[in-house]
C-alpha cells in the first residue's frame, strides 16, 4: 500500500515541476523582450524616433538637433500644460525626393481619474526634409514640438 501512496507524490512532484519550468521559461522571455528596436538615423522614421525620444525624456538639445532651423523657430518660449505623449508608434513613411512624411500614433496618458489613469492617442505626422543629405524635422506634431532653452519634463 505504500507503493500506492507514493504516485500520487510524484504526479504532483511533476506538475509541480512542470509549472515552474514554464514560470521560468516565461520570466526569461519577458526579460529578454527589450525595447523597439533602433531604426536607422539615416532614415526619416529613424530620426522620427531619436528625435521623439529625446522629446519624451525631456532632453531639448538632442531634440533640437533633428529640426530644421524654420522647425526651431516655430516653437514656443514655454510648454503649454498637459501631459508629454508616453509613446509614439510609427504607422507608416512615405519618402518623394528629398521630402518624407512619417504617420505616428501618439500615446499620452493622463491623471488618474475616478476609474484609474486615462490614456488617449491621437494620429499625426511629421514632415521631414533632407538638408545636406541629412533628414530633419521640418514639422512636428504639436505634443512633441518644444523650445530649445524650456524644460519639457512635468
Do not use: H
Request: a neutral charge.
Amino acid at each position: 500500500m505504500n507503493a500506492a501512496a507514493g504516485k500520487p507524490d510524484r504526479v504532483l512532484l511533476v506538475i509541480v515541476s512542470a509549472i515552474a519550468l514554464l514560470v521560468v521559461v516565461a520570466l526569461a522571455v519577458v526579460s529578454t523582450r527589450g525595447g523597439p528596436p533602433v531604426l536607422d538615423e539615416s532614415t526619416p522614421q529613424g530620426v522620427v524616433q531619436r528625435y521623439s525620444t529625446a522629446v519624451i525624456e525631456g532632453d531639448t538639445a538632442t531634440a533640437s538637433t533633428y529640426l530644421t532651423s524654420a522647425a526651431s523657430s516655430l516653437c514656443r518660449s514655454t510648454r503649454e500644460s498637459g501631459p508629454l505623449p508616453s509613446r509614439v508608434v510609427l504607422i507608416s513613411t512615405t519618402e518623394r525626393g528629398t521630402t518624407a512624411l512619417v504617420r505616428v500614433s501618439i500615446v499620452s496618458s493622463g491623471s488618474d481619474g475616478p476609474f484609474g489613469p486615462s490614456e488617449y492617442e491621437t494620429q499625426d505626422r511629421f514632415s521631414l526634409v533632407t538638408i545636406n543629405g541629412k533628414w530633419l524635422v521640418d514639422q512636428a506634431p504639436y505634443p512633441l514640438l518644444f523650445c530649445v532653452g524650456s524644460s519639457v519634463k512635468q
